[in-house]
């Protein structure tokens, strides 16, 4: 066989090597992409896992009774349909910034207390010697309505982990408002007129 004739073959193989390897390091790269594809949206699965079990319960879901140790140390359970009242569940802690410039508004909040509102406060960061009697004094806090500790359903419903966290519940146990975070002027306007609206509702239940 002639030399030129070999060298046609020997490169038309090399040629087709060349493909083999290409496809085969194309098929390799495509094998790691896709592995990284289905392990980043693992990753994000349990993200939104972790962040739906983190997260305060939304609009629209409906909550137990609250229960747990009060500040007194005392067992204690707050239920909904016990009164007409709707019931802001408020999370907070004694040093976050934020918690500390709720205090302003939630005394509009407070002013209408115990006739229009219930209030129930939980405080699952701060040690029972961080709250003393002058603190629960000066922020208007009834000491069997503030929560040291919430019993494992709770816990579970409410997950109360940032501070400040707010829900409106309405007398059925259903969340009708939902705040992480300071309130603004807006938020407060919001929940006095849901408080209305809640009031109004429950006068029509009543003459029915």
Not at 147 to 163: E, G, I, K, N, P
Not at 164 to 173: A, Y
Request: glycine share 8%; with cysteine.
């Amino acid at each position: 066989m002639s030399s030129p004739l070999m060298a046609v073959i020997g490169q038309r193989v090399t040629v087709r090597l060349a493909t083999i390897v290409g496809l085969v390091g194309m098929q390799i790269l495509l094998t790691i992409a896709c592995a990284l594809v289905l392990r980043q949206n693992q990753l994000l699965r349990s993200e939104a896992s972790t962040y739906q079990k983190l997260a305060a319960p939304p609009v629209g879901s409906n909550v137990p009774a609250i229960a747990g140790i009060d500040w007194n140390g005392v067992k204690r359970q707050v239920a909904y349909g016990e009164e007409r009242l709707p019931t802001l569940v408020y999370g907070f802690s004694k040093d976050c910034g934020p918690c500390v410039a709720n205090w302003a508004p939630m005394r509009t909040l407070q002013k209408l207390s115990p006739h229009r509102i219930r209030i129930v406060y939980v405080n699952t960061v701060d040690s029972v010697d961080a709250l003393t009697d002058d603190y629960l004094r000066e922020h208007g806090l009834d000491s069997d309505r503030v929560f040291l500790r919430l019993d494992a359903d709770s816990a579970l419903h409410y997950r109360v982990r940032a501070t400040p966290q707010s829900q409106l519940v309405d007398r059925s146990g259903r969340v009708v408002w939902s705040k992480i975070g300071q309130f603004s002027p807006d938020d407060v306007a919001g929940l006095l007129t849901m408080i209305d609206e809640h009031e109004q509702s429950s006068e029509a239940r009543g003459g029915q």
